[in-house]
Each structure stands twice: as structure tokens, then as C-alpha cells.
């Protein structure tokens, strides 16, 4: 099955600066990957997704890259803002394997100091 | 439209104890998940149904039933609750028929077993 591993687990940042969430995954068959944000104390939202036929994909200060040939994936936000302090989590899922199953990394907690 | 709603959103068992966590969606998705989250692990998917009458096991679905008779509807059974199952449970939904899309959570069960 498919693995998911998550960099760092914990990230600080000067509300300004950017901030980088980094993900490995084991299944090269995989071709659809979603972030999640969640805040203290609710639900997961998803925030930015791209599928494995593109390269980086851009929601204003949110992007997130894929290298199909080396299997990580990664979030960038730019200029953050306190409102962005959350858990971010990756996911992956082979859509082709019909199971339907997103694989989760194990989060990372991203604080961003004022 | 309310979304995804659980209920409830706590609950403290004995071992042994049973119980049913309900959830429920108004969008009209076929496609409904459980997931439980423990501190530092992510979220782990323990079944999951693609529609009515239709259900199949994720990562972790030892301890666990469920059933779904209609659309909206997907509880997710404990009959033997034991400590390893205190966690936070979610209910998700999405409409994508491959796994490809926005999953829905609802505001999560927080469940201590005792």
C-alpha cells in the first residue's frame, strides 16, 4: 500500500516569511495529491490540490509542486499571516486502483510568530 | 445546507460498552468515509462506502462496522469499545466517483474509552 511520509512535523515562521511542508510517497501509481488544513480544534479543510499530469499549481499565496520522478510533493505559502497557524496534512491516492483510499502523512504543525 | 454533521460530539465509554457514531450528508454524495485521528498520526481511514448498500475497509477497520441504507446516512458501529479506539473520529463525503475531489469532514466525535 502507499506510504506517506511528512517533513517537518513542526515548522515556525516570522509572519512574513515563507514556509515550506515537504511530502514522500512510495506508490509511483499515484496521480492525485490533496492538502488539508486544520485548525486547532476542527475539521480538516482541504486548501490546494494537484493531480499527477501537472507540475505546480498556484491558489493565490498557496502552491504546490510535484516531482513525479523522485515521489515528493510540496506546499509553499508565501507571506503568511498568523490565520495560517495549523496542522497541515498531505494525502496521496491511485485513483486507478479503485479503492478510493487517500493515504495521510502524519501532519505538520506550522506556527506563524507576529 | 448543513454539510456533513455528526453526532455526538462527545462521548466517554466503558471498555466493553457499545455505541454508534452517526453522521449524516445533505449534498448528495455518494461517496462517505470514516476516519479516526490520533495526536501526531494523522487521520486513518477505517471504512468507507461509494453509495448505498455499498461499504469496504480502509487501513484500521478492526474493531469497527458499518452500513449505509441511504445516501445521507453512514454510521459507524463500536461493539467491544476498547482503549486503543479513544480518538477523534471524522465523517467525511465527497461526490468525486474516483477519489479525486474535495472530501467534506464533518466536525468530529471525541471519544474516550475508559
Known amino acids: 500500500g502507499e506510504n506517506v511520509e511528512q517533513h517537518p512535523s513542526t515548522l515556525s515562521v516570522q509572519e512574513g516569511d515563507s514556509a515550506v511542508i515537504k511530502c514522500t510517497y512510495s506508490?509511483?501509481?499515484?496521480?492525485?495529491f490533496p492538502w488539508y488544513k486544520q485548525e486547532l480544534g476542527k475539521r480538516p479543510q482541504l486548501i490546494i490540490d494537484i493531480r499527477s499530469n501537472v507540475g505546480e499549481k498556484k491558489d493565490q499565496r498557496i502552491a504546490v509542486t510535484l516531482n513525479k520522478t523522485a515521489k515528493h510533493f510540496s506546499l509553499h505559502i508565501t507571506e503568511t499571516q498568523p490565520e495560517d497557524s495549523a496542522v497541515y496534512f498531505c494525502?496521496?491516492?491511485?485513483?486507478?486502483?479503485?479503492?478510493?483510499?487517500?493515504?495521510f502523512g502524519k501532519g505538520t504543525k506550522l506556527s506563524v510568530i507576529p | 445546507n448543513a454539510g456533513v454533521t455528526q453526532t455526538p460530539k462527545f462521548r466517554i465509554l466503558k471498555i466493553g460498552q457499545s455505541m454508534t457514531l452517526q453522521c449524516a450528508q445533505d449534498m448528495n454524495h455518494n461517496y462517505m468515509y470514516w476516519y479516526r485521528q490520533d495526536p501526531g498520526m494523522g487521520l486513518k481511514l477505517i471504512y468507507y462506502?461509494?453509495?448505498?448498500?455499498?461499504?469496504d475497509k480502509g487501513e484500521v477497520p478492526n474493531g469497527y462496522n458499518v452500513s449505509r441504507s441511504t445516501t445521507e446516512d453512514f454510521p459507524l458501529r463500536l461493539e467491544l469499545a476498547a482503549p486503543s479506539q479513544t480518538s477523534v473520529y471524522f465523517c467525511?463525503?465527497?461526490?468525486?466517483?474516483?477519489?479525486?475531489?474535495?472530501?467534506?469532514f464533518g466536525p468530529g466525535t471525541r471519544l474516550t474509552v475508559l
Open positions: 462506502s461509494v453509495g448505498a448498500g455499498i461499504t
Open positions: 506508490d509511483s501509481a499515484s496521480n492525485y
Open positions: 467525511a463525503s465527497s461526490y468525486s466517483a474516483r477519489g479525486e475531489d474535495t472530501q467534506y
Open positions: 494525502a496521496a491516492l491511485d485513483s486507478g486502483a479503485g479503492s478510493y483510499q487517500l493515504t
